[in-house]
């Protein structure tokens, strides 16, 4: 199938795909004689893979892993878990990186009474944390 086919099968654009074969995430596809790339089941069901770990947040490095991984039929499935592993921790991190930040800005919404004051919490404990700007000069 060309690359419009492949990407309507696989859901990955014709750009996306182009550019995963620039940077090695797949091979280059075989081309027509005039020069049209072609691609096999096998590559969309590649594509898909490559999709599938998009959508769950595998960065490049770790999909070239995974697919590395998905093509030995050697591997041991331990292998997998501990990479699954690993990025579970991270998103871990990062949930509670975004907790608390979710939990820091909620608590200065609370705070602000929201009237036509110019007192302002939020701004307040904004300025806690990050130096404060110097006034314009007028000149």
Same mark, same amino acid.
């Given at each position: 199938?060309?690359?419009?086919? &492949?990407?309507?099968?696989?859901?990955?654009?014709? =750009?996306?795909? !182009? /550019?995963?074969? *620039? +940077?090695?995430?797949?091979?280059?596809?075989?081309? #027509?004689?005039?020069?049209?790339?072609? /691609?096999?089941?096998? @590559?969309?069901? #590649?594509? !898909?893979?490559? =999709?599938? *770990?998009? @959508?769950?947040?595998? *960065?490049?490095?770790?999909? =070239?892993?995974?697919?590395?991984?998905?093509?030995?039929? #050697?591997? %041991?499935?331990?292998?997998? =878990?501990?990479?699954?592993?690993?990025?579970?921790?991270?998103?871990?991190?990062? +949930? @509670? %990186?975004?907790?608390? +930040?979710?939990?820091?800005?909620?608590?200065?919404?609370? $705070? $602000?009474?929201?009237?036509?004051?110019?007192? $302002?919490? +939020?701004?307040?404990?904004?300025? %806690?944390? &990050?130096?404060?700007?110097?006034?314009?000069?007028?000149?």
């Amino acid at each position: 199938m060309n690359i419009g086919q &492949a990407a309507e099968a696989s859901g990955v654009t014709a =750009k996306m795909i !182009r /550019y995963y074969e *620039s +940077i090695g995430l797949i091979a280059e596809a075989n081309r #027509t004689d005039a020069g049209y790339r072609q /691609y096999s089941e096998n @590559e969309v069901q #590649t594509l !898909r893979f490559i =999709k599938r *770990s998009r @959508e769950l947040g595998f *960065s490049v490095q770790r999909i =070239k892993i995974l697919l590395a991984l998905w093509d030995d039929r #050697t591997r %041991k499935s331990a292998d997998v =878990k501990t990479l699954a592993r690993q990025y579970i921790a991270e998103l871990d991190q990062d +949930i @509670e %990186k975004l907790q608390s +930040i979710r939990d820091q800005l909620q608590h200065m919404a609370d $705070c $602000c009474q929201g009237n036509h004051r110019p007192e $302002c919490p +939020i701004l307040d404990g904004l300025a %806690k944390t &990050a130096p404060r700007r110097p006034p314009l000069s007028v000149e």
